[in-house]
Antibody, heavy 122, light 108 residues
Framework: QLQLQESGPGLLKPSETLSLTCTVS??????????WGWIRQPPGKGLEWIGT???????YYNPSLKSRVTISVDTSKNQFSLKLSSVTAADTAVYYC??????????????WGQGTLVTVSS | EIVLTQSPGTLSLSPGERATLSCRAS???????LAWYQQKPGQAPRLLIY???SRATGIPDRFSGSGSGTDFTLTISRLEPEDFAVYYC?????????FGQGTKLEIK
């Protein structure tokens, strides 16, 4: 059974850089069938896609966050990571990593990590 | 950016009733790129429907999806107690993914 697990600091100060890692177990991140993504959810609010990465390193970012986001992959560790620079209180959210699958041309996120709360506060 | 608007914001129903949740897009969306998720408090979203109408693995057949173009619907034929949750639609278009704001399905 595929599992994804987010890890990283839960408390940041404004202007710092958020760094999270998603460890994938029960399957290979290097499969050519999948992309890997980050999605966040501010407390009590809806979901926002941050970006996705392919095992080759190809990335796609939400234009609204693109200037501050970097997603990278480490196939040797079966992990992918998120960096979000210059955080503010508006970046306080539960951050999820997820697998993006495609069957017969469809696109969807089918496996999700449990999520990790990141709070930005001085 | 394609904006997804879900309605109603909150739906109050009783177990055994039928639930109809709407997701309307600001411009046409490929049915292949429309998915529905269920989220319970403190949990990650769970994929229910992909390709607008295909049920994900392990999803009961009381859940069904339909629609095309700008109007999509998630139907739960007979509500079970475990179905009360928040539901999100999601689309892919113009190289980005967007989610609706969610519909909260609560017990009446």
């Amino acid at each position: 059974q595929l599992q994804l697990q987010e890890s990283g600091p839960g408390l940041l100060k404004p202007s710092e850089t958020l760094s999270l890692t998603c460890t994938v177990s029960g399957g290979s991140i290097s499969s050519n069938s999948y992309y890997w993504g980050w999605i966040r959810q501010p407390p009590g609010k809806g979901l926002e896609w941050i970006g996705t990465i392919y095992y080759s390193g190809s990335t796609y970012y939400n234009p609204s966050l693109k200037s501050r986001v970097t997603i990278s992959v480490d196939t040797s560790k079966n992990q992918f990571s998120l960096k979000l620079s210059s955080v503010t209180a508006a970046d306080t959210a539960v951050y999820y990593c997820a697998r993006r699958s495609s069957v017969a041309g469809t696109l969807y996120f089918d496996y999700w990590g449990q999520g990790t709360l990141v709070t930005v506060s001085s | 950016e394609i904006v997804l608007t879900q309605s109603p914001g909150t739906l109050s129903l009783s177990p055994g009733e039928r639930a109809t949740l709407s997701c309307r897009a600001s411009q046409s969306v490929s049915s292949s790129y429309l998915a529905w998720y269920q989220q319970k408090p403190g949990q990650a979203p769970r994929l229910l429907i992909y390709g607008a109408s295909s049920r994900a693995t392990g999803i009961p057949d009381r859940f069904s999806g339909s629609g095309s173009g700008t109007d999509f619907t998630l139907t739960i034929s007979r509500l079970e107690p475990e179905d009360f949750a928040v539901y999100y639609c999601q689309q892919y278009g113009s190289s980005r993914y967007t989610f609706g704001q969610g519909t909260k399905l609560e017990i009446k």
